[in-house]
């Protein structure tokens, strides 16, 4: 079983509709990142959270709210998808005591159509 | 404005030749140079990683060169293999946050 699971896999959703892509890990990290990787452009980050309370924006974190449920859950939620946000989404963990290793799930790929 | 800059953006070596990516950086805060592999289908996967005070570090066939003075930073991958066939990012952080700063990747295609 994957250490860092992200549920759907696959999303094809319409503009306009809000849509929620879930992150959950079993490695008791408490970092966990959202990033987003569009071809020719590496990973960028949207928004990462250090323990439950806390939540930071990223680089480009307009269009995305993100909640940090528990420890081991932080989903991304997109309020109102536009077709730009197509892309590859990969939730990420790290460990405070080792803080630059982060681990990665298998990622989402968002269709917004 | 892009950080980290990697090369090329695709590279096709013969099975048992040397791979080489290059990255560039412009920011000298930066204390911290990972590179991440990724297969199709899965999420990136920390390789090697090598901090600016080591001017080189050795894994296997995988090897981090570091110039501090040229802000750039290099993947060599001894006798590639096919199976070495995957996308491989660059990256660098600094400071408390540890935040990661990518390069766009490289496509690295191993002929048999």
């Known amino acids: 079983d994957a250490d860092v699971t992200q549920t759907p896999r696959n999303r094809i959703t319409k503009t306009g509709k809000r849509i929620m892509l879930e992150c959950s890990q079993t490695k008791g990290h408490d970092r966990m990142y959202w990033y987003r990787q569009d071809p020719g452009l590496g990973l960028r980050l949207i928004y990462y959270?250090?323990?439950?309370?806390?939540?930071n924006k990223g680089e480009i974190s307009d269009g995305y709210s993100v909640s940090r449920q528990a420890q081991a859950k932080f989903s991304l939620s997109l309020e109102s998808a536009i077709p730009n946000q197509t892309a590859l989404y990969f939730c990420?963990?790290?460990?405070?005591?080792?803080?630059?290793?982060?681990?990665f799930g298998q990622g989402t790929r968002l269709t917004v159509v | 404005q892009q950080q980290v800059k990697q090369s090329p953006q695709s590279l096709i070596v013969q099975k048992g030749g040397i791979s080489i990516i290059n990255c560039a950086y412009e920011?000298?805060?930066?204390?911290?140079f990972p590179w991440y592999q990724q297969f199709p289908g899965k999420g990136p996967a920390l390789l090697i990683a090598?901090?600016?005070d080591v001017s080189e570090k050795k894994e296997g066939r995988f090897t981090i060169s570091f110039n501090k003075s040229a802000k750039q930073f290099s993947l060599h991958i001894m006798d590639s293999q096919p199976g070495d066939s995957a996308t491989y990012f660059c990256?660098?952080?600094?400071?408390?946050?540890?935040?990661?700063?990518w390069g766009a990747g490289t496509k690295l295609i191993i002929k048999p």
């Open positions: 920011n000298t805060a930066f204390d911290y």
């Open positions: 990256a660098a952080s600094k400071g408390s946050n540890y935040q990661l700063i």
């Open positions: 990420a963990t790290s460990a405070t005591g080792s803080p630059r290793e982060a681990f």
């Open positions: 959270s250090f323990d439950v309370k806390d939540i």
């Open positions: 090598i901090r600016p």
